[in-house]
């Protein structure tokens, strides 16, 4: 993963791979056909690791969502949506993974295919399930549930694809982050006083 993403796969050799695992390049045919096969493993193995993250980080969907959501406090999604931004920029494994697909969606269209399932289609379809139940039970405003699920999720995406960017931008980022939640939920929850 490391040598995929710092230099693409075209810029990876086999030789370069097994120097890293620290075996014989004819030994790693033993274990994978080509290198495809290896990068292929790579990103069945990382998406695996993602899906578990984003179950970890993620409201669950239930029939009681809006009310988690209602009883959850500002502060309380604040933190859970900033320790998940954490989690995402400093994972070894999920900012390495992020630059592979980042790098390599334009290349190789399944490689495009998984960068749009994971970081734009699941966490919108996964946002819109969750803010339709809420517009649904009138905690939030009556408005298109995907739209609200655009307004969420984008600047989050575009300030972790900043700080990929600008590392030095972490702490700033948050910050906005922060800004970010309580803002959103200002406009969108209903005043349940």
Do not use: W
């Amino acid at each position: 993963m490391t040598l995929f993403s710092e230099h693409g796969f075209d810029g990876v050799s086999v030789k370069e791979i097994a120097t890293a695992v620290g075996i014989k390049d004819s030994s790693l045919y033993n274990h994978y056909k080509s290198k495809q096969e290896i990068f292929d493993t790579i990103l069945i193995e990382a998406t695996k690791i993602l899906k578990e993250a984003n179950n970890t980080y993620a409201l669950p969907i239930t029939l009681d969502a809006s009310n988690i959501y209602r009883e959850t406090t500002v502060q309380e999604l604040t933190k859970m949506y900033v320790d998940a931004f954490k989690y995402y920029l400093t994972d070894d494994t999920a900012r390495k993974f992020r630059k592979v697909l980042v790098s390599e969606q334009h290349i190789n269209p399944y490689v495009g295919n998984l960068y749009n399932e994971l970081f734009f289609e699941r966490p919108l379809e996964y946002l819109t399930t969750l803010f339709t139940d809420l517009v649904q039970q009138e905690t939030f405003i009556k408005m298109d549930p995907y739209i609200i699920a655009m307004h969420f999720y984008a600047p989050i995406n575009f300030l972790i694809r900043r700080c990929d960017i600008r590392p030095d931008l972490v702490k700033e980022n948050i910050a906005l982050l922060e800004k970010h939640i309580k803002q959103f939920d200002q406009i969108y929850r209903l005043d349940t006083d």
